[in-house]
């Protein structure tokens, strides 16, 4: 884990924006980078605890989105993975594997 932020939804307007067609309100949200990234992992296969969502990954950084839950330095986050997520985290070096 890199760091957790508190950070705006939207900063457009603090009443709202129209996305799509519909009202998206303005929110703090809390967003933690993980040191964990598109050359180690598939994020699309991905799947974390609940109120875990993914919000996207670059070649070394994966964004989550961690509603109603803290996640401080350090903290582990568990994932369930596909197929694909699988077969990359195990071919990757950089992915430490412990198995039992």
Do not use: W
Not at 59 to 85: K, M, R, W
């Amino acid at each position: 884990m890199r760091k957790t932020n508190n950070n705006p939804s939207y900063t457009f307007t603090k009443r709202g924006i129209y996305y799509f067609s519909r009202l998206v309100l303005f929110a703090i949200i809390t967003q933690t980078i993980l040191a964990l990234g598109i050359q180690d992992i598939d994020p699309d296969g991905l799947q974390a605890d609940i109120g875990i969502t993914v919000c996207g990954a670059s070649s070394d950084h994966l964004i989550l989105e961690a509603t109603g839950h803290y996640l401080p330095v350090g903290a582990e986050v568990h994932f369930q993975l596909n197929y694909s997520a699988l077969l990359r985290a195990m071919t990757s070096p950089f992915i430490r594997k412990n198995m039992t």
